[in-house]
């Protein structure tokens, strides 16, 4: 099995902040990883896909990058409605998430 | 727009059978794979399995033996069984589109599940 090891499992940042959380798989995906938002209460919301592309309609403030086993996903300027959980997802073997990573307002 | 809706029992009997169905509206079931994915409270997310629209599956191998997944085309939905409940089955379950099987694009709400006597 793939293992996604997310770090920070949570974070707090200002409004304006640039946000960074990383992706580790336990082995080599290629850029076979997708990225998550989860707000309270409600379903998952695509927003990164094969690691770097945009999902439609997301904004652009969100990016990711990585090839291989290390990936990362930034929020350029956080904003009040990005408060939510993140996860990381590979699809190089079957499906694993990473556990998340909790991101508050300062 | 596509929408997915599970339906089934809120509450389920310790070593009994869980069984919930996912309806798919404003779009063709076909052409697509369906997933089956839970939450258990204040925790992550976790991959049951998949279908495809003509019946070919995969699952979670943690969860393989007590898993089976079913289509019905004619009325666009897909269903999942999970034997021998246990307490930590206990999750909201959500129903999802795959595009390719590698990602999530549209999800249910959510189910949640209670496991108890």
């Known amino acids: 099995d793939i293992q996604m090891t997310q770090s920070p499992s949570s974070l707090s940042a200002s409004v304006g902040d640039r946000v960074t959380i990383t992706c580790q798989a336990s082995?080599?995906?290629?850029?076979?990883l997708n990225w998550y938002q989860q707000k309270p209460g409600k379903a998952p919301k695509l927003l990164i896909y094969?690691?770097?592309s945009l999902e439609t309609g997301v904004p652009s403030r969100f990016s990711g990058s990585g090839f291989g086993t290390d990936f990362t996903f930034t929020i350029s300027s956080l904003q009040p409605e990005d408060i939510a959980t993140y996860y990381c997802?590979?699809?190089?073997?079957?499906?694993?998430f990473g556990q998340g990573t909790r991101l508050e307002i300062k | 727009q596509v929408q997915l809706q599970e339906s089934g029992p809120g509450l389920v009997k310790p070593s009994e059978t869980l069984s919930l169905t996912c309806t798919v509206s404003?779009?063709?079931?076909?052409?697509?794979?369906w997933s089956w994915i839970r939450q258990p409270a204040g925790k992550g997310l976790e991959w049951i399995g998949r279908?495809?629209?003509?019946?070919?599956?995969s699952y979670n191998p943690s969860l393989k033996s007590r898993v089976s997944m079913s289509v019905d085309a004619s009325k666009n939905q897909f269903s999942l069984k999970l034997t021998s409940m246990t307490a930590a089955d206990t999750a909201v379950y959500f129903c999802?589109?795959?595009?390719?099987?590698?990602?999530?694009?549209?999800w249910g709400q959510g189910s949640l599940v209670t496991v108890s006597s």
């Open positions: 082995q080599e995906i290629n850029s076979y």
């Open positions: 279908i495809s629209s003509s019946g070919s599956t």
């Open positions: 997802q590979q699809y190089d073997t079957l499906i694993t």
């Open positions: 999802a589109r795959s595009r390719g099987a590698t990602l999530f694009d549209y």
């Open positions: 404003g779009g063709s079931i076909g052409r697509y794979f």
């Open positions: 094969d690691a770097s």
